[in-house]
């Protein structure tokens, strides 16, 4: 704890008062650690697919290029790198935005168990080379939830992006969704690499995996679940982890159906 004093007087009077400022020091060293550490792994993130991408060039350069197998192989790879670093900056960027304010929300009262089986039926079809079975429990009426639709929706895809991820190919995906009193819950599980439990509570923090090169191979940012927090936050929800360590991975989303009211009932 850090204390800053200020004698405060009349011009040329007596001492009228003292203001103490305290600072937490611990807070604010944290903070400091926290953002050099941000930006040490933003330049490692960045850095990475350059060097690749430099490589890559230069055997191009090197003649690759002539060869009917490896030029475009290796113009693959350079295609795969630059669409990772794009990500990575709009991941980035928005995160910036959210942890700057810049973010304003549009909330609209949307049905939830409709956009769960839009996102279900988009996966089915973009994953059908991996033979990935999904299955759902999905309410057959209307589920209403105020909320930004294109952040929710951007939310699921992360969480079902992942869980199809680490899932081995034949692997099963299930998307179940409870309505309770105030809140709408959806449980995603798969049967994939797991994260072991020491891991658990840090796969929501920027940059954090479990498995680095792995997941850098599976082309991730390690900022999917980082804004998927922080909009499921935003939103006045929770979001959490559940996994066994190589049997399969839960995410579950806890979603107020009115944050609105929510609000003025706690006013
Ligand atoms: P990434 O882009 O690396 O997938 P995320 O923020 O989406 O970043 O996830 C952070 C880390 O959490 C992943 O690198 C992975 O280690 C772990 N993870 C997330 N979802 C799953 C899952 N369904 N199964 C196993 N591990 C997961």
Do not use: C
Not at 13 to 41: A, W, Y
Not at 50 to 76: C, I
Not at 110 to 124: A, T, Y
Not at 148 to 167: C, E, G, M, P, T
């Amino acid at each position: 704890l850090q204390a800053n004093f200020s004698i405060v007087r009349n011009e040329d009077g007596p001492v009228t008062g003292l203001i103490t400022v305290l600072h937490d020091v611990t807070e604010q060293e944290k903070i400091e650690r926290e953002r050099r550490e941000f930006v040490s792994n933003v330049s490692h993130e960045l850095r990475t697919p350059l060097t690749t991408l430099k490589s890559y060039m230069e055997a191009l350069e090197d003649g690759a290029m002539q060869d009917e197998n490896l030029g475009p192989r290796f113009l693959q790879v350079t295609q795969n790198e630059t669409d990772r670093m794009i990500r990575l900056v709009n991941d980035l960027l928005q995160l910036s935005r959210m942890d700057s304010d810049e973010i304003s929300l549009d909330f609209f009262t949307v049905d939830l168990s409709e956009m769960i089986n839009q996102v279900i039926e988009r996966f089915e079809m973009i994953n059908k080379d991996k033979n990935i079975a999904f299955y759902k429990e999905v309410p057959s009426y209307p589920v209403y939830v105020d909320m930004d639709k294109d952040r929710i929706y951007q939310v699921f895809d992360n969480v079902l992006s992942n869980a199809v991820k680490y899932s081995p190919d034949g692997g099963e995906i299930s998307v179940q969704m409870f309505t309770r009193a105030d809140a709408v819950d959806v449980e995603i599980s798969d049967q994939g690499v797991g994260i072991p439990k020491e891991s658990q509570h840090r796969i929501f923090d920027r940059f954090y995996r479990v498995d680095k090169a792995r997941a850098r191979n599976l082309g991730g940012t390690g900022l999917g679940l980082a804004i998927a927090k922080e909009f499921i936050h935003a939103h006045g929800g929770k979001i959490a982890a559940d996994s066994e360590w190589k049997k399969g991975t839960t995410i579950l989303i806890t979603l107020p159906y009115s944050v609105i009211n929510k609000a003025e009932a706690g006013s």
